[in-house]
């Protein structure tokens, strides 16, 4: 069962790591690129105070986002403000979204996100993590998968094989960590591939941060997962 709670003082905890992080770069990295192509720093800043909102409307009944262009636009408006902007936005969507979360809810209610994907509300603080985490790890200022928690590294690995199951541009896939935890994902038929590897690289493979070099496919091809 998802505890909506703790995952909301995780998020707590990964969002004061981003802020302090983030305090402490130059004025000029805002500037700089990111690990996402095409995105600065300040994009992916701009991207996580924008997400907060969005996901504040999907806990309030609205749509996420007024339309995709809508969102892409935000993001290229905000991209290019000083640090301390960034920070007071980033910090204001934190606080908004903790405080729609602290108001009374049933939380096994299902809300609905981009693209009419649905979900059940007690896992929006978990996907809020995930954003705060891997855009952690994007900004490229020291953060990096190998830093995220245990726990968090196996819930986003069964969050992303669950996502890509039944994908047909996947082929069928188990994946397996040094710890011995497996997860099945991809088509439903056809032979398996087993991929195996530290956890943060399995992760970091999934969510298209790696290229899964550092991974063993006993001579197999190891596939590109598809993008998020």
């Known amino acids: 069962m998802i505890d909506h709670e703790h995952d909301l003082a995780l ?3 990964a969002t004061d790591r981003l802020t302090r992080a983030v305090e402490a770069l130059a004025e000029s990295a805002v500037g700089e ?3 996402l192509p095409g995105w600065t720093r300040g994009h992916v800043l701009a991207h996580l105070a924008r997400n907060a909102d969005a996901l504040v409307n999907v806990l309030s ?3 996420m986002y007024a339309s995709a262009e809508a969102r892409d636009a935000d993001i290229a408006a905000g991209a290019a403000r000083p640090l301390a902007v960034q920070l007071d936005d980033l910090r204001a969507g934190a606080r908004l979204f903790d405080k729609t979360a602290a108001r009374p809810a049933d939380w096994s209610r299902t809300v609905t996100l981009r693209n009419g994907v649905t979900d059940s509300a007690s896992r929006v603080p978990f996907r809020r993590l995930i954003e705060i985490e891997l855009h952690h790890v994007d900004l490229g200022i020291g953060y990096e998968l ?3 928690s245990p726990e968090f590294t196996e819930r986003e690995i069964g969050f992303l094989t669950d ?3 039944g994908h047909p541009g996947l082929p069928a896939l188990v994946i397996a960590d040094r710890e011995g935890r497996t997860w099945r994902t991809g088509r439903k038929d056809g032979p398996e591939t087993r991929i195996t590897g530290p956890a943060p690289a399995l992760l970091g493979w999934l969510a298209g941060r790696r290229d899964g070099s550092a991974l063993e496919s006993g001579g197999a091809p190891v596939p590109v997962p598809p993008p998020l």
């Open 146 to 148: 190998e830093a995220l």
């Open 163 to 165: 996502r890509f199951a």
């Open 61 to 63: 009944g609205r749509p």
């Open 11 to 13: 998020l707590r905890e």
């Open 33 to 35: 690129p990111s690990r």
